[in-house]
């Protein structure tokens, strides 16, 4: 079987329907746009087709381009790897001005064969540029199918050209919230956007497009910017309103990326010089640019660690070979926010929830929490009534820990505390299936050591959810030392059904992310408490990519949080570098808890908003007349987290460098243009990595102190994704 196929009907119009053998979604290749393009031509040139329908035989139309594809060409091209993906990108605009034009004379416009899209579900990507090479596009009404072109969010913009069809066809502002925000479109929002024409019941789609086809006129087949005295929507970037425009999405782009995302910048440049020349020419700048990118190591990072890595984690890469783990029924302990947010995600997922609290009232208030979500969901209707009340049906609230017979799997989130957790665990194990995998809830607590209340340690396990737990992608789930591989496969399979994310690691105090993400906040702590300016930590910090500066995010989590995890990391390790603490325990003396308590390192506002740094760290901590650099205040804040990250995988805690990688963008918002710590550190190249944290070693501590690993990297002149490859690492040279 191929890709595309083809059939024509009684009426003479030819119908090519993308079907990629094996797959759930089409993703287009090399050898398929060949099949496509072939099939392109033969209808062309028959006197018996009349027009021609692209559609899917699946569900969905289109999951976008192999990405794969772009690294084979980049490593076949030898010494000029840019040139062969420029080849490539052009060869793409060739195709699709195929299916623009149909077959119409150059300077007549005339001549040319009706093409339409039928797009039955979600289609993203090259799916959505083939669609806009089209002369019609129909979509099914099927408000669970999205439409758009997200390439920014994994470091690319559309290359096919959907930047230059799609700012030509709307105009550079309202092309926007499509090219420079990556968002996907319900069938009637992208019929307002111009991403489709007509949205048409399910059933009759193909019908629909091939009506569309039979009746189409010769001048409803000629592109706007194909006609004469075309001008682009909202003014062309020479034109008064099209200049003030283009100021204005330069301005925003830099306040929102920082600087740090080039692919946004390239998208806006290939649209501002497309506009100043003819279509054609337009497309080649765009292919420029999009080679720009694909050439620039930010790009290629995000795409293997947003992309190709994340995907293989959820497609379970590093999970056991066990039979199928399927979740049918889980119990959770605790219907704190967290309790509360893990009944939600499960419950929407399909599965049965019993959710216990040591008081009614408490286990009421905790499914009122995922009603509240829903809720939101009705008012923006994105969920039916019908839907809030199934998902509700799913979640019993009890006190009874009785009800948790027949649960394949629970999940403890009660308070940090070891003999609560003790507690809970006995009671819950007493009452549930005997096969079934006990998980805990913890984001600090050793597992191997609550494991100790369990009778029945091989079958638990940990699994650190992430704050708020319906939004926050990532799952870290926790091996302890006698953990079975059922467990890690039900914790993974679990995780899979309620579509978060998956990394796995080895017990280990803080285990991988929090790990990495203390150092981070510490640093930023030392650097105020040695007279570095509050302002220029929390700004370094967003200007290297981090979502939030290391103060913002301590108020966030919570200054009392960190106090306690202070206090109970100084008790179990006695050489604990506590340097910090003085002034989390002043902030917490203050009653400046944080956001919490509308008071922290920020000032808040009576409705919680922030309103500036607190003065009052300048009367404790007087800042410098000599204020250091801003790269090295935003080394000292990076080499902190991923010099962590690089301990971790020599210790066996983190056992994939993707994980590694994945985890750190989804889990903490690690720098996502660097693609992850160690896809940071093959950018910076791991000699310059060892010689920078001698340097750092130098001016500010042993903290910086070059691991052995790095060192021994940095010596053979290693890449992490040239040593480790595509799977668990094995530290072998």
């Given at each position: 079987m191929t890709d595309f196929t083809m059939e024509i009907d009684a009426e003479g119009v030819a119908v090519i329907t993308w079907d990629v053998p094996g797959k759930s979604m089409n993703v287009l290749n090399r050898e398929a746009f060949t099949t496509c393009e072939a099939l392109i031509d033969q209808a062309l040139a028959d006197d018996a087709v009349k027009g021609i329908v692209?559609?899917?035989?699946?569900?969905?139309?289109?999951?976008?381009m192999d990405l794969n594809v772009l690294a084979s060409i980049r490593n076949e091209s030898g010494d000029n790897p840019a040139e062969g993906l420029?080849?490539?990108?052009?060869?793409?605009?060739?195709?699709?001005?195929?299916?623009?034009?149909?077959?119409?004379?150059?300077?007549?416009?005339?001549?040319?064969?009706?093409?339409?899209?039928?797009?039955?579900?979600?289609?993203?990507?090259?799916?959505?540029?083939?669609?806009?090479?089209?002369?019609?596009?129909?979509?099914?009404d099927n408000p669970k199918a999205k439409i758009g072109l997200p390439e920014i969010l994994v470091g690319l913009f559309p290359g096919a050209g959907g930047t230059t069809r799609y700012s030509r066809m709307v105009g550079a502002m309202a092309a926007a919230p499509v090219l420079l925000e990556g968002r996907m479109l319900d069938p009637k929002k992208a019929k307002s956007a111009q991403l489709v024409d007509n949205v048409v019941p399910a059933e009759?789609?193909?019908?629909?497009?091939?009506?569309?086809?039979?009746?189409?006129?010769?001048?409803?087949?000629?592109?706007?910017?194909?006609?004469?005295?075309?001008?682009?929507?909202?003014?062309?970037?020479?034109?008064?309103?099209?200049?003030?425009?283009?100021?204005?999405?330069?301005?925003?782009?830099?306040?929102k990326t920082k600087g740090v995302y080039p692919a946004a910048k390239a998208l806006l440049s290939a649209i501002y010089e497309g506009a100043l020349v003819d279509f054609d020419t337009a497309l080649k700048i765009e292919a420029r640019y999009f080679t720009q990118i694909l050439m620039n190591p930010s790009s290629s990072a995000m795409i293997r660690s947003l992309f190709i890595n994340k995907e293989a984690l959820e497609k379970g890469a590093n999970r056991p070979a066990v039979p199928d783990q399927t979740v049918k029924k889980v119990g959770i302990l605790g219907a704190g926010m967290m309790g509360a947010g893990i009944a939600y995600v499960s419950a929407n997922a399909g599965i049965e929830v019993v959710l216990i609290d040591a008081k009614q009232d408490s286990a009421d208030k905790g499914k009122a929490h995922a009603e509240g979500?829903?809720?939101?969901?009705?008012?923006?209707?994105?969920?039916?009534?019908?839907?809030?009340?199934?998902?509700?049906?799913?979640?019993?609230?009890?006190?009874?820990?009785?009800?948790?017979?027949?649960?394949?799997?629970?999940?403890?989130?009660?308070?940090?505390?070891?003999?609560?957790?003790?507690?809970?665990?006995?009671?819950?194990?007493?009452?549930?299936?005997?096969?079934?995998?006990?998980?805990?809830?913890?984001?600090?607590?050793?597992?191997?050591?609550?494991?100790?209340?369990?009778?029945?340690?091989?079958?638990?396990?940990?699994?650190?959810f992430f704050s708020p737990v319906d939004k926050m992608a990532l799952v870290e789930i926790i091996k302890g030392k006698q953990t079975g591989d059922v467990a890690v496969a039900k914790a993974l399979d679990f995780v899979r059904q309620i579509r978060k994310t998956p990394i796995v690691v080895?017990?280990?105090?803080?285990?991988?992310?929090?790990?990495?993400?203390?150092?981070?906040?510490?640093?930023?702590?030392?650097?105020?408490?040695?007279?570095?300016?509050?302002?220029?930590?929390?700004?370094?910090?967003?200007?290297?990519?981090?979502?939030?500066?290391?103060?913002?995010?301590?108020?966030?989590?919570?200054?009392?949080?960190?106090?306690?995890?202070?206090?109970?990391?100084?008790?179990g390790d006695p050489d604990y570098d506590d340097t910090t603490d003085e002034l989390i325990f002043w902030m917490e003396a203050e009653g400046r808890l944080g956001r919490k308590a509308n008071a922290g390192f920020y000032s808040y506002d009576d409705k919680g908003k922030r309103t500036g740094l607190w003065d009052g760290?300048?009367?404790?901590?007087?800042?410098?007349?000599?204020?250091?650099?801003?790269?090295?205040?935003?080394?000292?804040?990076?080499?902190?987290?991923?010099?962590?990250?690089?301990?971790?995988?020599?210790?066996?805690?983190?056992?994939?460098?993707?994980?590694?990688?994945?985890?750190?963008?989804?889990?903490?918002?690690?720098?996502?243009?660097?693609?992850?710590?160690?896809?940071?550190?093959?950018?910076?190249?791991?000699?310059?990595?060892?010689?920078r944290c001698d340097q750092l070693t130098e001016q500010y501590g042993p903290r910086f102190a070059c691991p052995a690993l790095l060192r021994e990297m940095a010596d053979k002149g290693q890449s992490f994704y040239g040593r480790f490859g595509e799977g668990p690492a094995a530290n072998a040279a």
């Open positions: 692209i559609t899917s035989g699946k569900s969905t139309f289109a999951g976008g420029f080849n490539f990108t052009m060869n793409g605009h060739r195709i699709l001005r195929k299916i623009e034009r149909a077959g119409m004379e150059p300077k007549t416009n005339k001549g040319g064969k009706p093409i339409a899209c039928a797009i039955p579900g979600t289609c993203a990507g090259i799916g959505t540029e083939i669609a806009l090479a089209c002369h019609h596009r129909v979509m099914a009759g789609l193909l019908q629909a497009a091939k009506d569309w086809v039979l009746n189409a006129s010769p001048a409803d087949i000629v592109k706007p910017w194909d006609a004469k005295g075309y001008k682009m929507p909202g003014g062309a970037p020479y034109h008064p309103a099209g200049f003030m425009t283009f100021v204005g999405a330069s301005a925003m782009i830099h306040g979500i829903l809720d939101k969901g009705v008012a923006r209707k994105k969920v039916t009534s019908e839907k809030k009340a199934e998902v509700l049906a799913r979640i019993t609230a009890t006190t009874d820990y009785a009800a948790v017979k027949g649960c394949d799997l629970i999940v403890e989130a009660v308070f940090e505390d070891p003999k609560v957790k003790a507690e809970v665990t006995q009671k819950a194990e007493a009452a549930m299936l005997d096969t079934g995998i006990f998980a805990t809830n913890t984001s600090t607590l050793p597992i191997t050591m609550l494991a100790k209340a369990s009778a029945r340690p091989e079958q638990f396990i940990g699994i650190h080895n017990d280990e105090r803080f285990f991988y992310a929090n790990r990495c993400i203390l150092p981070y906040v510490n640093e930023g702590v030392r650097m105020l408490q040695e007279g570095v300016a509050p302002a220029l930590i929390e700004n370094a910090a967003k200007l290297v990519g981090m979502p939030l500066g290391p103060l913002q995010l301590t108020d966030e989590t919570s200054i009392d949080l960190g106090a306690k995890i202070a206090r109970a990391t100084k008790a760290l300048g009367a404790r901590y007087a800042v410098k007349d000599d204020q250091p650099d801003l790269t090295d205040v935003q080394h000292r804040l990076l080499f902190a987290q991923v010099l962590e990250a690089v301990r971790a995988l020599e210790a066996g805690v983190l056992m994939d460098i993707r994980e590694g990688d994945v985890g750190a963008i989804l889990g903490w918002g690690f720098a996502p243009w660097s693609g992850g710590p160690f896809s940071w550190l093959d950018i910076l190249g791991t000699p310059y990595a060892a010689e």
